[in-house]
């Protein structure tokens, strides 16, 4: 059997290595200095973001978009379609940047917890006030949680996290001093603001799976067709939450950017039922 450590170092290892025609860029590191790593796959002048990995308890996320960057990039190679969708066209017209573990340590944390001679060890435990599960962590390793640090709707964020009793650094749902506080999420913003992307998917773990457009008068329109067409074809259903995006990655790129924004939640053990679904969801998105 496999341990939560190695599937860690296999996922971390499988971003990197073993493509055939993708770019392979650092877009930052964390505060543990392990890269942010980002596979560039396609050629085309339209910019796609597809990011994971910010909570803690994302790996199985990170796992998917890890195998998602490999399969696009094996058959933009070998010219092969995944499902019926032709990649050497879309990779024609789109350049997939794929950032699959935004917070390594995180998820880290979570899966196989903290040794004491991490620099962080002491003041991860006082957040964890004497708990030992650190299955709960989706936080970066100072305790922000990065889904809720961007520059959108921050204060609105802030007040929901408050009314939540949430008030310092810990495990989950703290967004930080102010938007970009972090090293991992400050990495992902400068990144965007030089390849400017026209679309933007967020994977989170979520209790199911479901696609949430981001809603504004410049991209309504085209969201709600494009998420209406993409539950028709995978099954996989639509929600309209205007307040999930508040602080988050999704949110601040459609308006700094004017992007099509959508968040995508998957359940937790998602694969048998959903993984093929999920690919044929993204790669329908960037064909509008």
């Known amino acids: ?54 909570g803690g308890g994302d790996l199985e996320v990170s796992s998917f978009l890890s195998n998602f960057a490999h399969e696009l990039d094996d058959c933009l190679s070998l010219n092969r379609r995944i499902s019926e969708f032709n ?49 709960q962590w989706e936080a970066n390793i100072r305790g922000t949680d990065l889904r809720f640090n961007f520059n959108y709707k921050w204060v609105d964020a802030k007040f929901k996290e408050r009314n939540r009793g949430v008030f310092f650094n810990g495990p989950l749902g703290y967004g930080g001093e102010y938007p970009e506080s972090e090293l991992e999420s400050s990495s992902l913003c ?11 998917i967020e994977f989170r773990v979520g209790e199911r799976t479901e696609i949430i457009p981001f809603i504004s008068e410049s991209s309504s329109g085209k969201c709600k067709r494009a998420v209406k067409l993409i539950s028709g074809y995978t099954g996989i259903g639509a929600a309209e939450n205007e307040s999930y ?14 992007s099509s924004s959508i968040i995508i939640n998957v359940e937790r053990g998602f694969y048998g039922k959903y993984s093929e679904s999920l690919k044929s969801a993204v790669l329908l998105f960037c064909a509008q």
Not at 12 to 34: N, Q
Not at 42 to 48: C, D, H, L, P, Y
Not at 98 to 113: C, K
């Open 1 to 54: 059997m496999i341990s939560d450590g190695e599937k860690i170092r296999e996922t971390m290892s499988k971003v990197c290595f073993g493509y055939t025609s993708a770019e392979i860029k650092t877009i930052g590191r964390s505060w543990l200095s392990k890269d942010i790593s980002c596979p560039v796959v396609g050629r085309g002048e339209r910019n796609v973001v597809l990011v994971g990995g910010l």
């Open 87 to 135: 990649i050497s066209a879309l990779c024609g017209c789109n350049t997939f940047h794929i950032i699959p573990i935004l917070n390594p340590d995180g998820i880290s944390i979570n899966n196989i917890g903290i040794s004491n001679e991490n620099p962080f060890c002491g003041r991860v435990l006082k957040m964890m006030r004497g708990s030992s599960d650190f299955s």
């Open 190 to 200: 400068s990144y965007c603001r030089g390849v400017r992307p026209e679309l933007v």
């Open 245 to 258: 995006f508040n602080g988050s990655f999704s949110g601040w790129a459609a308006r700094e950017f004017s």
